[in-house]
């Protein structure tokens, strides 16, 4: 692949022709502000606090769709570049709820970073605020519009990464909407829940229902671990706050980036369900008793054995699981064929 050399705040790097000016920075430690930039989605150049300054350029192009031709010079911090940047954040925050005390993205929201770095408290002129009612009809996320700064992240996962297509703009000018088609709820939709829109918003537009009011990231362990439901093994954050799982978080997984399906982001509540069993259950006279494991399996060894002398070892079907691992999957196929004697075992992903 042919090579492009840039100069980017002094520093020379050669990169692939066609990489954004973005991408060079980031790939030499130079931290470029961005809200509608994703690396993961298409570049759209919508939310412009990306812009930099470029030799023989006029005007402050956006970092995020401006590739990178030979010789070129980039200055990302120039007194312009950093008045334009606030600029746009004080137009942002002037249309944009100032809950921060209250907001659940508090400490993780983008829009609340940048103004941090670029001393952002108030715009000074005046704005106008939506009054939209939070949007709860579907089982597993809030949608507040009132905070959507319209950066097209979510509309582009939905197409890009999930090949769904539920969400886009709505309506114009000030009244513009991300939603489903003719802006319906949700639940209407054909939403498969599988909150990829969510692992992508910079700010509080949408939370997960279970984990509002649960703690505040900087309270939260992060754990990271693979989903159990299949055998793809995405990657995941478990965040726990004193002991107990209070949802899940997305992680650049090896396999899976930070997009899940509805049952791995959604599906935890399980771990900790008043309904599951935590220690072997024996019937006894009727009734279920609790029981050691040595109990447990005990008796489950002497009823396989009593079944294969009494009716023989084709008696036996074994099914395995998905959410096993591939060693525990052969252990169980060498256990039903050598121990057992038995060639009925099968797969759960077959049923």
């Not at 909150?195 to 949408?206: K, Q, R, W, Y």
């Not at 671990?225 to 793809?232: F, H």
């Not at 995941?236 to 997009?259: A, Q």
Request: proline share 5%.
């Amino acid at each position: 692949m042919a090579l492009v050399t840039v100069t980017i705040d002094g520093q020379t790097v050669q990169v692939p022709a066609g990489t954004s000016v973005l991408d060079a920075a980031q790939s030499i430690g130079i931290k470029i502000p961005a809200l509608c930039y994703d690396p993961d989605l298409s570049a759209v150049g919508a939310c412009r606090l990306c812009v930099v300054e470029i030799e023989g350029i006029r005007n402050l192009p956006a970092s995020c769709v401006t590739t990178c031709s030979e010789g070129m010079v980039v200055r990302t911090g120039t007194p312009a570049v950093m008045e334009a940047r606030k600029t746009l954040l004080e137009l942002l925050i002037a249309n944009h709820p100032l809950d921060c005390m209250t907001c659940e993205k508090s400490g993780t929201c983008l829009l609340q970073q940048y103004c941090y770095e670029y001393g952002v408290s108030s715009a000074p002129f005046e704005g106008d605020q939506h009054a939209y009612p939070i949007d709860d009809d579907n089982p597993f996320y809030l949608r507040d519009m009132n905070k959507c700064i319209l950066c097209g992240r979510c509309i582009r996962a939905c197409e890009e990464i999930v090949g769904r297509n539920v969400l886009d703009f709505s309506y114009r000018g000030f009244n513009t909407k991300v939603g489903p088609f003719m802006d319906a709820p949700i639940k209407d939709s054909e939403c498969v829940y599988c909150g990829s829109c969510i692992a992508v918003c910079p700010t509080g537009a949408l939370e997960e229902k279970k984990m509002v009011g649960k703690g505040r990231p900087w309270e939260v362990e992060k754990v990271r671990t693979v989903c159990p439901y299949c055998g793809t093994g995405c990657t995941y954050d478990l965040n726990v706050k004193d002991g107990k799982i209070i949802g899940v978080t997305s992680t650049d997984g090896d396999v899976n980036g930070r997009f899940l399906c509805v049952k791995g982001r959604f599906g935890y509540q399980f771990i900790q369900s008043d309904d599951r069993l935590k220690t072997p259950l024996i019937k006894k006279n009727g009734k279920f008793e609790e029981a050691t494991w040595t109990e447990a399996i005990g008796l489950i060894a002497g009823k396989f054995k009593e079944t294969r002398e009494k009716y023989g070892p084709g008696a036996f079907g074994v099914l395995s699981s998905a959410r096993c691992t591939n060693e525990e999957n052969y252990l169980l196929d060498k256990f039903a064929r050598a121990v057992i004697g038995t060639n009925n075992i099968d797969h759960c992903a077959r049923l």
